[in-house]
């Protein structure tokens, strides 16, 4: 008997069977780690965190630009299964996806799945749409960062706005990305996350690999130096001035007669009419006699109304000062309630804070106006 199989058989089962090959290149395994990092940074201090995380916040935003941007450049030079063109965008393979999911025969793809696919780009587009957003606020509302000598605050707080309507949509594209990526392991046995680690999957020896070819090395070379021109571009329009805001040098007689008696407030606080008015009836400042000799009191008039809220385009300028009436304290306004509700009473009892409207006692930089988020420091326990 003739115990030899036929030779196509042989050769059939040589091209199917199963062997481990690279798909995922040395430099995208280290973006997607990179950006898991990064992402999880930037949603830890943008949603849990206090406001004076924003430098930390703000660095995880400029890391997951560059990430960005290096993802883009190897969507193009990368290897075969990190090109952007070998993604299946289909929309009859996206559907056929979906049915053999249902029906639990699930087809095995090399690089991604078609669902995976698009799902990476929505990703992609998200992140990209916080960053764009986060740059624009940034400047806008802090005068801080590349973009501050060009963003106006209107158009900031409208950035704000849509910066945090896209956080949600990325804590939700994450949610379907982890649920995907769950499925494919524990339902259908795909080892997805230990394939991302490693780079390697088990594929039939005729599915072709994406072989080094010094994609590595190549990788590593793209990502610095796409670092390095967008840390020097965004260093060039950072060093312009912010617009919106400008210097103020206090003279001498505001600072010792009004800061006498509480923080010598910066003029943007209030309007040219509303310092006005304050100015005019000294004798009866929130219920007592602030009264200055009319030379000492034209002098500091002047000041104020020179360099009053209506002259700055900061977000303190519009959310406080243009909204505040005479007789109206900033501890009323809607904006300043909502920024403060989450410090307690006892904190703004201890002796070294004293009162709500000693803004100077956290915020280092309440003299320049700025009123920046990450220079907020707030005293623990009474100072002696």
């Known amino acids: 008997m003739d115990t030899k199989a036929p030779q196509s058989s042989i050769h059939q089962k040589a091209r199917s069977s199963p062997q481990s090959a690279m798909v995922w290149d040395l430099p995208l395994r280290l973006f997607h780690w990179s950006l898991v990092v990064v992402v999880s940074v930037a949603g830890i201090t943008g949603f849990l965190s206090p406001e004076w995380w924003l430098d930390v916040h703000v660095i995880a935003g ?19 299964y990190s090109k952007f063109g070998s993604f299946p965008f289909s929309i009859g393979k996206v559907f056929h996806h979906f049915d053999t999911l249902i029906s639990r025969t699930p087809h095995k793809h090399i690089g991604h799945n078609p669902v995976g696919a698009w799902m990476i780009v929505i990703l992609l587009l998200n992140l990209a749409v916080l960053v764009v957003t986060g740059i624009i606020s940034l400047g806008g509302q802090e005068n801080f960062g590349p973009l501050a000598s060009s963003i106006s605050s209107k158009i900031g707080a ?24 769950f499925v494919e392991t524990f339902v259908f046995r795909q080892p997805l996350v230990l394939a991302m680690i490693t780079g390697t999957k088990t594929m039939l020896k005729q599915t072709p690999a994406a072989t080094d070819n010094g994609h590595g090395k190549r990788g590593i070379a793209v990502f610095l130096t796409t670092a390095f021109l967008i840390l020097v571009g965004g260093l060039i329009f950072s060093s312009f001035p912010p617009s919106g805001w400008k210097e103020v040098r206090f003279p001498t007689n505001y600072a010792s007669e009004c800061g006498d008696c509480h923080d010598a407030y910066h003029p ?39 360099n009053s809220a209506d002259l700055f385009d900061t977000e303190v300028a519009h959310r406080v000062g243009k909204v505040l009436t005479p007789s109206f304290r900033m501890t009323g306004v809607q904006y300043w309630k909502e920024r403060h509700k989450d410090i307690s009473k006892p904190t703004f009892q201890q002796k070294n804070i004293g009162s709500k409207v000693n803004c100077s006692a956290c915020h280092s930089d309440a003299v320049s106006g700025r009123f920046d988020d990450y220079k907020i420091h707030i005293p623990n326990g009474d100072k002696k």
């Open 62 to 80: 400029y890391a997951l630009g560059i990430l960005l941007a290096f993802r883009v450049v190897w969507g193009v030079l990368g290897s075969h």
């Open 158 to 181: 409208v950035a704000t706005n849509l910066h945090e309507i896209a956080s949600w949509g990325l804590l939700a594209a994450v949610a379907i990305h982890l649920s995907g990526v």
């Open 268 to 306: 943007s606080l209030r309007t040219r009419e509303t310092w006005q008015s304050i100015m005019s009836g000294l004798s009866d400042h929130y219920g007592e006699d602030a009264s200055l000799d009319s030379e000492t009191e034209k002098e500091i008039t002047a000041f104020l109304t020179e």
